[in-house]
């Protein structure tokens, strides 16, 4: 995969969202379509091979749990700091060129503002708890990806519309929101961190990587010990055949 560093394509999902608020405005149902904009980041930084903070942990944490040894542990960490550092570099250089280039119109802009504010009338245990529910999300979509074959961005689509039209939070997506209101002036850095960066943080963590790593590890410890159940029976029954030939 391609480093994560800079990445600019971040910012897609509040571009789509901000136009679709603008040229959508007074349309019955419009929310739905405006909604649909969220998805395009991730269907971006999905296809392209990019590392996504949610998207990308919950197969790392398996074999953690397999083999919990704190040499494990610390490359899983190691892993986490780097493609976090790299998404959230991403998400602040999109907010700093969608509030100081001269790209946007004056309601395009507003439409940021009112995406972003809407994200900050959470408290933080409601960014958190919002965020459990992303992030198990995102999870899911990740799990279905090798039987989903051709239907991949269809199975995006619709579970990060979902995201969107659930009104939970998103450390990644969720940073260029709030991030751009940090650089227009309309709120200072420490709000970013308290009361968004670090409640939605845990939250993704535990939806996307603890519950549902946590189900999808017993899932596959069941399904080896099956399996391994089947390879002894079969074991016992070919000694069995050859020491009745004997």
Same mark, same amino acid.
């Not at 802009?109 to 919002?130: G, L």
């Given at each position: 995969?391609? %480093? &994560?560093?800079?990445?600019?394509? &971040?910012?897609?999902?509040?571009?789509?969202?901000?136009?679709?608020?603008?040229?959508?405005?007074?349309? /019955?149902?419009?929310?739905?379509?405006?909604?649909?904009?969220?998805?395009?980041?991730?269907?971006?930084?999905?296809?392209?091979? *990019? *590392?996504?903070?949610?998207?990308?942990?919950?197969?790392?944490?398996? /074999?953690?749990?397999?083999?919990?040894?704190?040499?494990?542990?610390?490359?899983?960490?190691?892993?986490?700091?780097? =493609?976090?550092?790299?998404?959230?570099?991403?998400?602040?250089?999109?907010?700093?060129?969608?509030?100081?280039?001269?790209?946007? &119109?004056?309601?395009?802009? *507003?439409?940021?503002?009112?995406?972003?504010? &809407?994200?900050?009338?959470?408290? /933080?245990?409601?960014?958190?708890?919002?965020?459990?529910?992303?992030?198990?999300?995102?999870?899911?979509?990740?799990?279905?990806? /090798? =039987?989903?074959?051709?239907?991949?961005?269809?199975?995006?689509?619709?579970?990060?519309?979902?995201?969107?039209?659930?009104?939970?939070?998103?450390?990644?997506?969720? %940073? =260029?929101?709030?991030?751009?209101?940090?650089?227009?002036?309309?709120?200072?850095?420490?709000?970013?961190?308290?009361?968004?960066?670090?409640?939605?943080?845990?939250?993704?963590?535990?939806?996307?990587?603890?519950?549902?790593?946590?189900?999808?590890?017993? *899932?596959?410890?069941?399904?080896?010990?099956?399996?391994?159940?089947?390879?002894?029976?079969?074991?016992?029954?070919?000694?069995?055949?050859?020491?009745?030939?004997?």
């Amino acid at each position: 995969m391609v %480093s &994560d560093c800079g990445r600019p394509v &971040d910012g897609a999902s509040l571009l789509a969202k901000g136009i679709f608020h603008v040229k959508l405005e007074g349309i /019955p149902g419009g929310f739905l379509l405006e909604n649909l904009g969220y998805t395009f980041g991730f269907i971006i930084v999905i296809m392209a091979r *990019q *590392q996504l903070f949610t998207e990308n942990t919950v197969t790392a944490v398996l /074999p953690v749990m397999h083999n919990p040894t704190l040499g494990n542990v610390g490359l899983l960490m190691r892993l986490w700091s780097v =493609v976090l550092a790299g998404n959230l570099i991403g998400t602040a250089v999109a907010a700093w060129a969608f509030n100081y280039m001269p790209i946007f &119109d004056e309601p395009t802009r *507003q439409a940021f503002v009112s995406i972003a504010e &809407d994200v900050m009338k959470n408290s /933080p245990t409601e960014m958190f708890a919002n965020a459990i529910i992303s992030g198990w999300l995102v999870a899911t979509m990740v799990w279905m990806f /090798p =039987v989903a074959g051709a239907a991949k961005i269809v199975v995006i689509i619709l579970m990060t519309w979902l995201i969107a039209l659930a009104d939970t939070t998103h450390i990644v997506v969720g %940073s =260029v929101e709030i991030l751009y209101l940090v650089f227009n002036g309309n709120l200072p850095w420490s709000d970013f961190i308290w009361p968004f960066a670090l409640p939605t943080l845990a939250g993704n963590i535990c939806g996307g990587t603890f519950i549902f790593a946590l189900l999808s590890h017993a *899932q596959i410890r069941n399904d080896m010990s099956s399996k391994r159940k089947a390879e002894a029976h079969a074991q016992a029954a070919e000694k069995g055949k050859k020491a009745d030939r004997a």
